[in-house]
């Protein structure tokens, strides 16, 4: 059931940007915990507690305006709880030929997760898909954690998973992993799938 006096709506230049590093940040500490190893937490939590600090999100740079005119935030009592980013891939980036569309990230505050924030949220780029006349979203999720010392590999963003499936993502067989930029080893850097949505199927 989705929260009474939710809306969805665009992002817009009066909004406080870092709020939406906030949220992560809160996200980061909250959910990432069950799958991600601590190094990684650790570089999240510094690189995002910086930016909000030092107000580093800037809207007149180009690609941060491109970026933020992609933005659905969910807002109630005019407090942002939570957001999504979404971006049209180019060829080079897309999973299968016809992923027209792109889930970048769906985000909520801790205290307002499982009351229907993000399935808000999701339907609103579902909608804006079928503004765009798009038809094939793609979207990248954890699906298995650092490897413990046997070279074991643990649960990945189990959470995430169920909730893309419930609104009929299936994956793919792609899997991609982000390099640390301070040089945490790939062993301890979450494995992630590639989900596929088409909106015209039932």
């Known amino acids: 059931m989705v929260m ?3 809306i969805c709506r665009k992002l817009n230049p009066k909004d406080d940007v870092n709020i939406l590093a ?3 940040l809160e ?6 915990v069950d799958y991600m190893c601590p190094e990684v937490i650790s570089e999240n939590n510094v690189k995002l507690t910086n930016k909000i600090k030092n107000n580093t999100v800037n809207i007149k740079q180009t690609n941060i305006k491109k970026m933020l005119d992609s933005i659905i935030v969910a807002e109630i009592n005019d407090k942002i709880i939570g957001y999504s980013i979404t971006q ?3 060829l080079s980036e897309r999973q299968v030929p016809n992923a027209d569309y ?12 499982s009351k229907g924030v993000a399935t808000a949220l999701w339907n609103a780029v579902i909608a804006e898909m079928k503004q765009q006349n798009k038809s094939v979203l793609q979207l990248a ?3 298995a954690g650092p490897e413990d010392n046997n070279g074991v590999r643990g ?9 893309y499936k ?9 899997t991609s992993q982000y390099k640390s930029k301070t040089g945490i080893p790939q062993s301890k850097i979450c494995v992630q799938g590639w989900m596929i949505k088409d909106i015209n199927e039932k």
């Open 88 to 90: 049209i891939p180019d």
């Open 27 to 32: 996200c980061v500490l909250h959910n990432d």
């Open 22 to 24: 906030k949220i992560d």
């Open 102 to 113: 792109e889930l970048v990230r769906i985000a909520v505050l801790p205290e307002y997760q």
């Open 141 to 143: 999720v954890d699906i």
């Open 4 to 6: 009474s006096g939710l």
């Open 155 to 163: 649960k990945g963003n189990e959470k995430a998973i169920k909730f």
């Open 166 to 174: 419930g609104k009929g993502c299936t994956f793919l067989n792609n």
